[in-house]
């Protein structure tokens, strides 16, 4: 089996532009500090069926899922509707959402949480675009990972897992945890290193994460796979493409 294999460019579409070739697909983010409606729909086309690569999403990196306040909860699945209406405008694949809550430590409103992330992935349905959820419980509002794992299982919503994101918050333990639990939800992968001392989104093999173990569980994968690395560098990008095909054992 063979996984896609892209990279995130934040919301920059010169970024896209300089990075993507030779990339699956580019992973764009949209609604948080640009506008959704602004983008030059045109020229992301041009560079797409260039690059001969595919689009994914990512929505608003800031914005919780669900707060205490029912109205406030009311217009962020307003708000995410009509991201998730604009990314199937543009044709992207998946929409990749932050795992956050304004209190994740309030378990009155985990059930919340999991009522929210139902209706923002019905809406992706409805826009023909898979959510899936991502984990950042290192994060001050995100949901610890075996907590993200029930409420992704409780709601049939597909994981994005990010895979520093797990190291930075219980390590190789966590990462090694959690895809023995919940690996079969996972359908996206954000690939990247770090160290513990808080360096993130490194080139794989800079850091400390043990990839074997995301290779004893997900050997074979056959989802997608979006380089994380913060760096304009195409060289280090492509090498940390290569390292990730090598420990999935997807083809060169």
């Not at 609604?31 to 069926?49: C, M, P, Q, Y």
């Not at 639990?181 to 990247?192: A, N």
Request: include cysteine; charge should be negative.
């Amino acid at each position: 089996m063979d996984a896609d294999v892209g990279l995130t460019v934040g919301d920059s579409i010169d970024r896209l532009a300089a990075t993507v070739e030779g990339f699956d697909f580019a992973e764009l983010s949209i609604g948080d500090g640009t506008s959704a409606a602004e983008l030059d729909e045109s020229r992301l086309e041009t560079i797409l069926s260039d690059a001969d690569a595919d689009l994914s999403v990512h929505l608003p990196y800031k914005q919780v899922v669900a707060t205490p306040s029912p109205e406030i909860n009311a217009g962020i699945v307003d708000y995410m509707t009509r991201l998730l209406d604009r990314a199937g405008e543009l044709d992207a694949d998946k929409a990749v959402l932050h795992g956050t809550l304004r209190d994740p430590h309030d378990t009155d409103l985990r059930p919340v949480f999991a009522d929210q992330l139902a209706a923002i992935a019905a809406a992706g349905d409805d826009a023909g675009v898979k959510l899936v959820v991502e984990n950042v419980g290192h994060q001050a509002r995100g949901l610890p990972l075996s907590v993200l794992g029930d409420l992704a299982r409780e709601t049939d919503t597909a994981v994005c897992f990010d895979v520093g994101h797990a190291y930075m918050e219980d390590g190789d333990d966590g990462v090694e945890r959690f895809l023995s639990g919940w690996g079969d939800l996972v359908s996206h992968l954000h690939v990247h290193d770090v160290r513990s001392r808080g360096d993130t989104h490194l080139p794989i093999g800079a850091g400390e994460v043990d990839y074997d173990v995301i290779a004893d569980h997900l050997g074979g994968f056959d989802g997608t796979v979006a380089v994380e690395v913060f760096t304009d560098d195409v060289g280090l990008l492509r090498d940390s493409a290569r390292r990730a095909r090598n420990h999935l054992a997807t083809d060169l």
